[in-house]
């Protein structure tokens, strides 16, 4: 589909393990957002990246959170050492650009298990 | 004190019946206000944009008060399919492309 795409849809991992999750963009969009949704609780910003701009890293919660984006199109966010609280669902989204007249879409998330 | 705040419901009424959600934030450098629809397990989705001057869309109208700082979503004639949760959400001004969340407003419409 034309949507923003996630993969995986689903992940159970080890405490301690490293989780790769990856998100791919809707075509042409240059901003993208990676958001977390604990259960029952709102959305929380994780990253930022538009364009070639250095992304906004404000909202990683530890040193253990890392994230990329390679040639202005598919991001993967990177946990090391998982933990138990890490477990959320993880929703990227995307959006022509920065300005605020530009609806962003998500996409259905990873949802992530450290067990 | 959350940047937004919504009562997390649930609000539970029949079917056609009117339901009125507030939402409060708390940086007066707000410039953008929206509420997107959460169904279970699913992505959030742009519901509508909040306009100063308050918009309407079929069935659901929207009201922005900037000196009181909140905001609200009115849905008339509930339907069963309006059962999900409303999440208000801020764009702050000074960096506007960060959208803020509230954690939601759980609604079920029972028939």
């Known amino acids: 589909g034309a949507g923003v795409s996630q993969s995986p849809s689903n992940k159970v991992t080890e405490k301690g393990k490293d989780v790769e999750l990856r998100c791919d963009p809707i075509?042409?969009?240059?901003?993208l957002y990676w958001y977390r949704q604990s259960l029952g609780q709102g959305l929380e910003f994780l990253i930022y990246?538009?364009?070639?701009?250095?992304?906004?890293k404000s909202g990683l919660p530890s040193d253990r959170f890392s994230a990329e984006r390679t040639g202005g199109s598919v991001s993967t966010l990177t946990i090391q050492r998982t933990q138990q609280e890490d477990s959320a669902v993880y929703l990227c989204?995307?959006?022509?650009?920065?300005?605020?007249?530009?609806?962003?879409?998500f996409g259905e998330g990873s949802w992530l298990t450290v067990v | 004190r959350k940047e937004v705040e919504q009562d997390p419901g649930p609000f539970n009424v029949p079917e056609g019946a009117t339901v009125a959600f507030n939402c409060t934030y708390s940086?007066?450098?707000?410039?953008?206000f929206f509420w997107y629809r959460q169904d279970c397990r699913k992505e959030p989705k742009l519901l509508m944009s909040?306009?100063?001057s308050g918009n309407e869309d079929g069935r659901f109208t929207a009201q922005l008060n900037r000196a009181s700082q909140y905001i609200s979503l009115l849905i008339r004639d509930s339907k069963l399919s309006d059962s999900a949760t409303y999440l208000c959400?801020?764009?702050?001004?000074?960096?506007?492309?960060?959208?803020?969340f509230g954690s939601g407003t759980r609604l079920l419409v029972r028939p």
């Open positions: 959400v801020v764009r702050l001004g000074d960096s506007s492309y960060k959208l803020i």
């Open positions: 989204a995307s959006s022509l650009d920065s300005t605020s007249g530009n609806t962003i879409y």
């Open positions: 075509s042409g969009h240059t901003a």
């Open positions: 990246f538009q364009g070639n701009s250095a992304p906004d």
């Open positions: 909040v306009y100063s």
């Open positions: 940086n007066s450098a707000s410039q953008s």
